[in-house]
C-alpha cells in the first residue's frame, strides 16, 4: 500500500463531463504533483504546488484545472477532454520542493483515465 | 533542455545474475538522482536515491553515481523474476527528470 492515495482508481469520462480527480498524503509533505504518463513513456510533470501554492504549470491546456485545499490534499479538475487525454494519471508528494537537494517523490496508485 | 539518458532495452538476464542498469544525464549541476521500479500498469516505486559520488548498498540493489562522467547506474545483484520491470531514472531539481526507462526481463 502507497502512502499517497488516489481515487478513483479508474475513470470513464466523456468529452462533455466534468470530473475530478483526488490525492491525499499525510506524510507531512508539503509538496505536490501531478503527472500523466502514456503507456510505454515516463511520467510527464503537468503541476507541481509547493505550500499549497502552484510553483510551476508545464503549460497544460485549461481544460485541466488543478487545485490544492490544503497540504494533504490535491485535486484535479477535468473538463472537455479529448480521447488524446486518456492515461494514468498519478499524483505524487515529497516532503518539499528545492532547487538543492530534491527529495524523493512518492506517488500513488494512479487513476487510470478514459475519454469517449 | 536537460535530459536523461537509459537504454530502453528490453535487458534480458538470467536468474540469479547481476542486472546492470544504465544512465547518463545532460546537467552538470544535477545533485539529485533516484532509480524508480514500474510493474506494468502500475505507478512508479522509489527503490533508490543518491546524492554522492560512490555506492549507496540496500539489499540486493546498488546505486552508483560518478558525477564528473554524468552517470549514474543500478545494479540488481541475485536477479529474481520478480525483479521484471521497468526502471526509470530520474535526475532531480525543482522538478525531476525522467529517462524513458529500461524494460528488464529476468529469465527463469
Known amino acids: 500500500d502507497t502512502e499517497v492515495t488516489q481515487t478513483p482508481k479508474h475513470l470513464v469520462m466523456g468529452m462533455t463531463n466534468k470530473k475530478s480527480l483526488k490525492c491525499e498524503q499525510h506524510?507531512?509533505?508539503?509538496?505536490m504533483y501531478w503527472y500523466k504518463q502514456k503507456a510505454k513513456k515516463p511520467p510527464e510533470l503537468m503541476f507541481v504546488?509547493?505550500?499549497?501554492?502552484?510553483?510551476i504549470n508545464e503549460s497544460v491546456p485549461s481544460r485541466f484545472s488543478p487545485e490544492c485545499p490544503n497540504s494533504s490534499l490535491l485535486n484535479l479538475h477535468l473538463h472537455a477532454l479529448q480521447p488524446e487525454d486518456s492515461a494514468l494519471y498519478l499524483c505524487?508528494?515529497?516532503?518539499?520542493?528545492?532547487?538543492?537537494?530534491?527529495?524523493?517523490?512518492?506517488f500513488g496508485d494512479g487513476t487510470r483515465l478514459s475519454i469517449l | 533542455q536537460k535530459e536523461v539518458e537509459q537504454n530502453s532495452g528490453p535487458l534480458s538476464v538470467p536468474e540469479g545474475a547481476i542486472a546492470s542498469l544504465n544512465c547518463t544525464y545532460s546537467?552538470?549541476?544535477?545533485?539529485?538522482f533516484f532509480w524508480y521500479r514500474q510493474y506494468s500498469g502500475k505507478s512508479p516505486e522509489l527503490i533508490m536515491s543518491?546524492?554522492?559520488?560512490g555506492d549507496k548498498e540496500d539489499g540486493r540493489f546498488t546505486a552508483q553515481l560518478n558525477k564528473a562522467s554524468q552517470y549514474v547506474s543500478l545494479l540488481i545483484r541475485d536477479s529474481q523474476p520478480s525483479d521484471s520491470a521497468t526502471y526509470l531514472c530520474?535526475?532531480?531539481?525543482?522538478?525531476?527528470?525522467f529517462g524513458q526507462g529500461t524494460r528488464l526481463t529476468i529469465n527463469p
Open positions: 505524487a508528494s515529497s516532503r518539499h520542493q528545492t532547487t538543492g537537494l530534491a527529495q524523493p517523490q512518492h
Open positions: 506524510m507531512g509533505h508539503r509538496a
Open positions: 504546488y509547493s505550500y499549497e501554492k502552484l510553483s
Open positions: 546537467d552538470r549541476g544535477s545533485q539529485s
Open positions: 543518491i546524492y554522492s559520488n
Open positions: 530520474a535526475v532531480g531539481g525543482q522538478k525531476l527528470v
